[in-house]
Every structure is written in structure tokens, then in C-alpha cells.
């Protein structure tokens, strides 16, 4: 089956290129282009099979082999052309050190919050904090990119989603972690409406906190 590279930044292209950003990769060997996108062999089966593989399907025309490694699961295809498109668009090759959102991305604001999309459901985690005998849910995304980092913050602020941001140095070697949080029904809300959310792990924990009385949870967030 031929790959189709897209000839134009769609919200489902945005929000795919999110999930490369966290947990895709990709270089040449021997002059062939390898990607590959993997993620926990656990918790990310489910949002794999549902919504990554028929994703590049419609994106690329790809039929994707999931399959699991020692510790993870995903799926990785040999083609140059699409290597190249996505080097073209601004993803880097090797490692992800100062990765970032494309410019094409971030100049446009409903593309950036589909990237963010993309982007928490691979390096974000969704939180549900005991509280006053209460569950309160907490987003938080990390990332080892200052730049990416900042990034994620100026698409926040710029729809006016509050959050919180630190960062986490270590004297052993390890990179400097950067983390944007945003906590409370409200915020969770709002991000549900402007963001939204696809993957089933999380929409686990969205039904969890529908069984309390201050939050309402409407299964809209798939595409």
C-alpha cells in the first residue's frame, strides 16, 4: 500500500504530529527513512488500536502493524517520504533534545491545540488527587525542551487557560525537566472544551469524576 504524504496542516495532522513530538522517532539508515511511534505496552494498547492506527490511515493511507516490544507497543514504518515530509515540516532527526512545534503549527491557534492534544496524550499524565474526600483532577505535561515548554505555556495563555509551570534540575546527569500543570473542574473543563481528549486511559478517569455531583463529563472528545 503506497503512503500519501497530505499536501496541506489539517487539525488531525497537527494533533499527529502532538503524538510524534512525545513519543515518535525517526532518522535515516543506510539513505532509508524509519519512523516509529511507541508508547506504554499497558496503558496506550487500548489508544493505539482506537484512535493511533486508524489515525494514520486516514492521514497516510498507512495500515500500520501494532505490535510489542520488551517494554513498550506501537508501530514503526520504513518509508523515506514520509521521513522526509515530516524533516521538511520541522521534526528533527535522532534525538528530540530541544524538540518544538512546527512554525506553520504555532501560527495557527486551532492547530496548536490540536498539537497540545497530541502532545498530552504521549508526554502528559491526568491526575486524580483526594481532596476534601473528593477526586481533583490535575493535568500535567513534562518535557526535557525548554523551548517546547514554552511553547506549551504561550498556547495556554494565549486562550486563557490558567496553569502553573517549574522546573526540575538534577545533579546526576539527568536533563532538566520542565512541567506545566493546570488543576480544578473549571480549567479541566475549559480544556475539554478548547483542547479535548482522545485517549481511552484518560476518558477512564473523565467517567470517574462523572460520579461527582460538581463535574459532568459528555463524551464528545473523540474525533
Not at 521534526?91 to 524538540?99: A, F, I, M, S, Y
Request: charged content about 25%; some cysteine; hydrophobic content about 35%.
Amino acid at each position: 500500500m503506497k503512503l500519501i504524504i497530505p499536501d496541506q496542516i489539517t487539525g488531525e495532522l497537527a494533533y499527529e504530529t502532538g503524538l510524534h513530538i512525545g513519543d515518535g522517532s525517526m532518522n535515516y539508515y543506510s539513505g532509508h527513512g524509519l519512523y516509529s511511534l511507541r508508547g506504554d505496552k499497558i496503558k496506550d494498547r487500548l489508544f493505539f488500536e482506537q484512535i493511533v492506527k486508524p489515525l494514520y490511515n486516514r492521514l497516510y493511507n498507512a495500515d500500520v502493524h501494532l505490535r510489542e516490544w520488551t517494554d513498550v507497543f506501537g508501530f514503526q514504518i520504513a518509508s523515506t517520504e514520509l521521513v522526509d515530509f515530516k524533516k521538511k515540516l520541522g521534526l528533527p532527526l535522532g534525538p528530540k533534545n530541544e524538540v518544538k512545534i512546527p512554525a506553520l503549527i504555532m501560527a495557527d491557534n486551532s492547530l496548536s491545540l490540536s498539537c497540545l492534544r497530541g502532545l498530552f496524550e504521549t508526554d502528559g499524565n491526568f491526575y486524580l488527587e483526594p481532596k476534601n474526600r473528593k477526586l481533583y483532577p490535575r493535568l500535567e505535561f513534562s518535557t526535557t525542551s525548554k523551548i517546547l515548554s514554552e511553547q506549551v505555556c504561550n498556547i495556554l495563555a494565549n486562550n486563557i487557560l490558567p496553569f502553573s509551570v517549574w522546573k526540575r534540575d538534577y545533579t546526576n546527569g539527568w536533563k532538566t525537566i520542565y512541567r506545566v500543570c493546570i488543576r480544578g473542574f473549571p480549567n479541566l473543563n475549559r480544556w475539554l472544551d478548547l483542547v479535548g481528549l482522545n485517549h481511552p486511559f484518560m476518558l477512564q478517569k473523565l467517567r470517574i469524576l462523572d460520579n461527582q455531583q460538581d463535574f459532568k463529563y459528555s463524551q464528545n472528545y473523540f474525533f
